[in-house]
T-cell receptor, first 111, second 113 residues
Framework: QKEVEQNSGPLSVPEGAIASLNCTYS??????FFWYRQYSGKSPELIMF????GDKEDGRFTAQLNKASQYVSLLIRDSQPSDSATYLC???????????FGSGTRLSIRP | DTAVSQTPKYLVTQMGNDKSIKCEQN?????MYWYKQDSKKFLKIMFS???????INETVPNRFSPKSPDKAHLNLHINSLELGDSAVYFC????????????FGQGTRLTVV
């Protein structure tokens, strides 16, 4: 079982709609969670991070964490073509430096 | 100013050669990493250094040897390159080993022929 699992996609969403990206993790010791966006041929860049159960909003992005279900999600409101990318979910234990990445979900926003 | 910079960006070399990739960060971070991203885009950690000390060494062939001359630099040397080493290698840094995010370099696309 992979430590961080994501559906590889592609996930196709019409422009202006809400894109919902999901991630599950197996290590209950994980304390912090990250969403990175990676455009083709580019390096990953941090979109959001979340440590506490519940929702965290930043502009059009909302991260949701449910530690009991070991589930993290990222919602993108008012999806734009520029949101088309691969989204990587990552987790980290508080007592170690290793950031574990999922294999990523490819998101495509269709005009 | 580039926060995490890697050189070279592209590297094409023959099997059996030895090559190095350099990484430097100007963020003042204590922790640096090397990640390998394969053709399926899976990003996997290889090594992590904290203040020049090796703290994570994943199951990586010993042909791969990281070197950290100071906490702002983490270089990766690869001996006897194999076809399967072809991938994109990302250097990253974070403030410390706790709950902080990693910032990535632009990546080095290594192609072994």
């Amino acid at each position: 079982q992979k430590e961080v699992e994501q559906n590889s996609g592609p996930l196709s969403v019409p422009e202006g709609a809400i894109a919902s990206l999901n991630c599950t993790y197996s290590d209950r010791g994980s304390q912090s969670f990250f969403w990175y966006r990676q455009y083709s041929g580019k390096s990953p860049e941090l979109i959001m991070f979340i440590y506490s159960n519940g929702d965290k909003e930043d502009g059009r992005f909302t991260a949701q964490l449910n530690k009991a279900s070991q589930y993290v999600s990222l919602l993108i409101r008012d999806s734009q073509p520029s949101d088309s990318a691969t989204y990587l979910c990552a987790s980290r234990r508080s007592s170690a430096s290793k950031i574990i990445f999922g294999s990523g979900t490819r998101l495509s926003i269709r005009p | 100013d580039t926060a995490v910079s890697q050189t070279p960006k592209y590297l094409v070399t023959q099997m059996g050669n030895d090559k190095s990739i350099k990484c430097e960060q100007n963020l003042g971070h204590d922790t640096m990493y090397w990640y390998k991203q394969d053709s399926k885009k899976f990003l996997k950690i290889m090594f992590s250094y904290n203040n020049k000390e090796l703290i994570i060494n994943e199951t990586v062939p010993n042909r791969f040897s990281p070197k950290s001359p100071d906490k702002a630099h983490l270089n990766l040397h690869i001996n006897s390159l194999e076809l399967g080493d072809s991938a994109v290698y990302f250097c990253a840094s974070s403030q410390d080993t706790w709950n902080t995010e990693a910032f990535f370099g632009q990546g080095t696309r290594l192609t072994v022929v």
